[in-house]
């Protein structure tokens, strides 16, 4: 006998947890849920005392054909809630429509508007801290946390531009929770060490300890099973044993390389199912300022700018995400000028190519591959300008010397596309609602969803669509 659930879950991730969290709360108490989880549980306390955030290489779960590009991702309970940075902030709405305003790329089949109050329940469910000045985004409410301090250039460049430079939004708590101190400023935000931090380990895992919830760990999806088109179940290897369970909805919250290649192993096709596999590319940047100091404590990373991210130039090249460095991994060796440097990190969205996919190979079914053929000339022409614009955009501050990075980032850990989300079932796997178009009991979550690639960090947006998602399921 195959043992039958209401509703089967794949994943502990953010996508997984916030569904997780609105399907609960409106659920009977009959309701019977089984999450199956690849990873292992490691609590925070093994994390830090063996420096990992998690047990398992994710190298061994997947195949890189192009090594030299890095996709970062953490397989264990709580998914990237494990190693990720916490930075939050929300997509800008002409990042929904970039066909409409700028004629390039597509439009989202949803809006800014109508993701709003989910943007603003996520924020207020992670405790983030964010600017109380201001916003670049329309916000319907305020930030739940007071921002973080402010370095002294910092101030310079929000003096230069008030309304384009802001604090950033994270998850790292300004102040204390009832769950969570204040942040420690010490700069090592992939693991903190005190718990400052929001991860699905330390604020959601009591969801997943719900009497109506079955949580299987070590469990390898392997396929949706379909009959007629209808999503019945899941096959999944534990222990080396493959086994079955039934369900009336099933639930993708995978990540954007495993979600494609369990479709792939189903056989739920799709011309676009695993193509537009892409992230952001960043470049770093080191400024020598000539007698202004940095490092006034505060957390990690601690301004966003926006001077180079929307507006026409985005109809001939990319725009991009200006964030401020706080970490004294980069102190300067002069006697009396340590203190007396800035890194900036910019952050360009890219154009989706098909080029760039997720590969099924039936002859090695249990392994991803990932194919990469490098970023769009839509950012690498951003990237060119950037020598001839940066010095008058920094213009305010004292520079000394300043050096751009003459090679992007290997990862910005955000890995995008595979199944998007789109109004015509010809031209996206899934609709507004996260909901696959052939199989209409399955929702595929996460950011494989995405259609573009904004130059914000898409965890916010990730969790909103997953609140999103559940709340159209269930009205």
């Given at each position: 006998m195959i043992e039958k659930f209401d509703l089967i879950l794949v994943g502990t991730g953010f996508a997984?947890?916030?569904?997780?969290?609105?399907?609960?709360?409106?659920?009977?108490?009959?309701t019977r849920i089984l999450v199956l989880e690849r990873g292992r549980l490691d609590t925070h306390a093994w994390q830090v005392n063996n420096r990992r955030n998690t047990s398992q290489n994710p190298n061994d779960t997947f195949i890189n054909t192009h090594p030299q590009k890095k996709w970062r991702?953490?397989?264990?309970?709580?998914?990237?809630?494990?190693?990720?940075?916490?930075?939050?902030?929300?997509?800008?709405?002409n990042d929904f429509r970039m066909q409409s305003a700028y004629g390039v790329g597509v439009d989202w089949p949803i809006s800014y508007e109508e993701l709003e109050t989910f943007y603003a329940r996520t924020e207020e469910m992670m405790s983030i801290s964010g600017p109380d000045d201001g916003s670049p985004f329309p916000r319907s409410t305020p930030?739940?946390?007071?921002?973080?301090?402010?370095?002294?250039?910092?101030?310079?460049?929000?003096?230069?531009y008030p309304d384009l430079f802001f604090h950033l939004p994270t998850a790292r708590?300004?102040?204390?929770t009832p769950n969570r101190p204040r942040c420690c400023a010490t700069g090592v935000c992939?693991?903190?060490?005190?718990?400052?931090?929001?991860?699905?380990?330390?604020?959601?895992?009591?969801?997943?300890?719900?009497?109506?919830?079955?949580?299987?760990?070590?469990?390898?999806?392997?396929?949706?099973?379909?009959?007629?088109?209808?999503?019945?179940?899941?096959?999944?290897?534990?222990?080396?044993?493959?086994?079955?369970?039934?369900?009336?909805?099933?639930?993708?919250?995978?990540?954007?390389?495993?979600?494609?290649?369990?479709?792939?192993?189903s056989h739920i096709r799709h011309p676009l199912l695993g193509k537009y596999l892409d992230e952001q590319i960043?470049?770093?940047?080191?400024?020598?300022?000539?007698?202004?100091?940095?490092?006034?404590?505060?957390?990690?990373?601690?301004?966003?700018?926006?001077?180079?991210?929307?507006?026409?130039?985005?109809?001939?090249?990319a725009g991009c995400l200006i964030e401020t460095w706080n970490t004294p991994n980069d102190l300067r060796i002069e006697q009396g000028k340590w203190q007396q440097r800035l890194i900036l990190r910019i952050i360009y969205e890219n154009l989706p190519n098909q080029q760039n996919y997720?590969?099924?190979?039936?002859?090695?079914?249990?392994?991803?591959?990932?194919?990469?053929?490098?970023?769009?000339?839509?950012?690498?022409?951003?990237?060119?300008?950037?020598?001839?614009?940066?010095?008058?955009?920094?213009?305010?501050?004292?520079?000394?010397?300043?050096?751009?990075?003459?090679?992007?980032?290997?990862?910005?850990?955000?890995?995008?596309?595979?199944?998007?989300?789109?109004?015509?079932?010809?031209?996206?796997?899934?609709?507004?609602?996260l909901i696959h178009h052939q199989v209409r009991n399955l929702l595929v979550l996460g950011s494989g969803a995405f259609p573009t690639v904004a130059p914000a960090n898409p965890t916010l947006t990730i969790s909103a669509l997953s609140l999103w998602a559940a709340h159209h399921l269930l009205n």
């Open positions: 997984s947890s916030f569904f997780l969290n609105t399907f609960l709360a409106k659920a009977k108490p009959t991702f953490t397989p264990s309970f709580g998914g990237g809630s494990n190693c990720w940075w916490g930075v939050t902030p929300r997509m800008m709405p930030y739940p946390q007071p921002p973080h301090r402010f370095t002294d250039p910092d101030k310079v460049l929000k003096k230069a708590a300004s102040k204390s992939n693991l903190c060490p005190i718990n400052a931090k929001f991860t699905v380990l330390h604020e959601m895992k009591h969801l997943y300890e719900d009497s109506r919830v079955t949580l299987i760990l070590e469990a390898i999806v392997q396929t949706v099973e379909t009959q007629a088109g209808v999503a019945t179940g899941v096959s999944y290897l534990k222990n080396g044993v493959v086994s079955q369970a039934g369900a009336d909805i099933v639930v993708l919250g995978g990540n954007a390389i495993f979600n494609p290649h369990i479709l792939q192993r960043a470049l770093k940047v080191t400024i020598d300022l000539d007698g202004l100091n940095n490092f006034q404590g505060s957390t990690s990373n601690t301004g966003h700018g926006y001077m180079l991210y929307d507006g026409e130039h985005r109809k001939e090249h997720i590969k099924y190979d039936p002859n090695n079914p249990d392994l991803p591959e990932t194919v990469y053929t490098g970023p769009s000339d839509y950012a690498l022409k951003a990237m060119k300008k950037l020598p001839s614009i940066l010095p008058g955009i920094l213009g305010s501050l004292p520079i000394e010397n300043l050096r751009i990075g003459d090679r992007p980032h290997s990862t910005e850990a955000h890995i995008l596309g595979t199944t998007v989300m789109g109004h015509d079932p010809q031209t996206s796997v899934i609709d507004k609602h």
